[in-house]
């Protein structure tokens, strides 16, 4: 039996009659419990919304525990863990409500907070560039609009991109171990299955049927957002194949993220928006190269590809096309971007009248509206909205983020499949961003996550399960620095 398990581990110490030391003991909790403990809270959520008010600030107050207490490792796992629960969140949370940018707002004051703690810091100079090339067009938007009006329309165009640098500060300073790694990932994946909770029970008790129509569906996603429901489930599949793809499972874990990705798939699908299943697909595609081209993986993931591809071709798409009529097919063979090309070119238009320092934060909208006499929505693709409403700035700024994807990516230390996980990351926040702006924190996680360090077990040692913690440390006792960097 080896060291680790899939799941989340809570160690303890307990007495060494030899040395008078208590060394650890770890009470394990697999991963299908908590999966079915997620399940159980979706319901009860969606019972009694308060309880989704009190889980948001719980698992806040938890990862501002972990800031102060210098366990960077934890605060990723929160931070993690509110990136999968964000929409569920958005859905469920009332009277009170979380704040909508709970997760913006939330991510930032934890990373804040562990940096500040944090011994011996860096704060890398690309991501403050980054937000200074922003500045400009902040001024505009103060100068131009009441003080309040400003503040929203900067909060909302903008939140994404600081949650994106205070990320890379904090994540430029965490090296996390093959465990630790997992442990982000579950914790990830875990609110996203209460998410898929809820969205198959508001299809099952729904009173009528389902009018499938080939156009993104509410009645499928939750009775919220087709978008983001779907970009979310996205995000799970696509990290539940980068876990079967890069570690190592006992047989009954192997079942269990096997069926979550399956669960994830189909109600990705369902959903009837086409970003979220496009995003996944391009991520993962990225990760599946880069494992293919390491020889410890190969073999394992040909496998996975052949079994996935003939399920999926054979048994999950011919189902879900009959059951809804041949409208999913119809649906994602549509190549129309549903007007997001129009608004698109409406910003490149802006921007070849503010070449310079752009229109300002969120004056894009007011502009399509008043001068030109369009009548549409918010700019869905950040980067014509940079352009529009940045000018020069935009550009130089989306050009600071490639240097800081390929820096990442190409780091010495990084084994190949570090880089597939990088990659992945990567292309799934900039696809997301293409399409979906910065609605959400994911985006802004998942390229901060790329500043992260790998470091590695020793050729032959493998860990095959997941600790959350460190070791509690004897009463008065601190925590040795070699313990406390492999926590």
């Not at 969606?46 to 605060?75: D, F």
């Not at 009277?95 to 930032?108: M, N, Q």
């Amino acid at each position: 039996m080896t060291e680790l398990q899939q799941g989340i581990t809570f160690p303890r110490r307990m007495g060494n009659i030899l040395t008078g030391e208590r060394p650890a003991r770890k009470f394990r909790v697999g991963l299908l419990p908590l999966v079915l403990l997620h399940i159980g809270l979706a319901l009860l959520m969606n019972t009694v919304p308060q309880i989704a008010t009190v889980h948001g600030l719980l698992i806040w107050g938890l990862g501002m525990w972990w800031a102060i207490s210098r366990k960077p490792e934890g605060v990723a796992y929160v931070g993690a863990y509110m990136v999968g629960a964000e929409v569920l969140w958005r859905m469920t949370s009332s009277d009170p409500a979380l704040p909508w940018e709970f997760g913006k707002y939330g991510t930032i004051a934890l990373f804040v907070v562990a940096l500040f703690r944090m011994r011996g810091t860096r704060i890398p100079l690309l991501p403050l560039l980054f937000i200074l090339l922003l500045v400009p067009s902040m001024l505009i938007t103060l100068t131009y609009y009441e003080p309040q009006i400003a503040r929203d329309r900067i909060v909302f165009n903008l939140l994404g991109h600081f949650a994106l640098a205070f990320g890379a500060w904090f994540f430029s300073n965490l090296t996390l171990t093959e465990s630790q790694l997992r442990n982000l990932f579950i914790a990830l994946i875990l609110p996203i299955s209460s998410l898929a909770t809820l969205v198959l029970y508001t299809i099952l008790t729904r009173t009528g049927p389902i009018v499938w129509q080939a156009r993104s569906s509410f009645a499928t996603s939750g009775g919220f957002g087709p978008n983001q429901v779907s970009s979310t489930l996205g995000l799970g599949l696509m990290v539940v194949w980068i876990m079967l793809m890069y570690f190592r499972f006992e047989r009954v874990e192997q079942l269990v993220m096997a069926a979550l990705g399956g669960w994830f798939f189909v109600h990705c699908l369902l959903t009837f928006s086409r970003g979220g299943i496009a995003t996944a697909a391009v991520g993962a595609a990225a990760a599946t190269l880069h494992t293919l081209a390491d020889q410890k993986r190969r073999m394992q993931v040909i496998f996975l590809l052949v079994v996935s591809l003939f399920l999926i071709n054979e048994v999950a798409l011919p189902r879900l096309n009959e059951l809804t009529g041949g409208t999913l097919s119809e649906r994602f063979s549509d190549t129309s971007l549903t007007g997001r090309e129009t608004v698109a070119q409406t910003d490149l238009d802006i921007f070849r009248e503010h070449p310079v320092w752009g229109l300002g934060v969120g004056r894009t909208t007011d502009y399509r509206r008043q001068v030109l006499g369009l009548d549409i929505s918010l700019t869905h693709t950040e980067y014509t909205r940079m352009l529009a409403e940045h000018g020069i700035m935009g550009i130089a700024a989306l050009a600071l983020l490639i240097l800081m994807g390929w820096i990442n990516y190409s780091r010495e230390e990084h084994h190949i499949s570090d880089r597939g996980i990088v990659l992945a990351a990567m292309v799934w926040a900039a696809v997301f961003v293409a399409h979906s702006a910065l609605r959400l924190v994911a985006p802004s996680f998942l390229f901060a996550f790329a500043f992260t360090r790998f470091a590695h077990e020793q050729e032959g040692v493998r860990e095959s399960r997941v600790a959350l913690s460190r070791p509690i440390p004897a009463p008065g006792k601190a925590t040795p620095p070699d313990e406390r960097a492999l926590a």
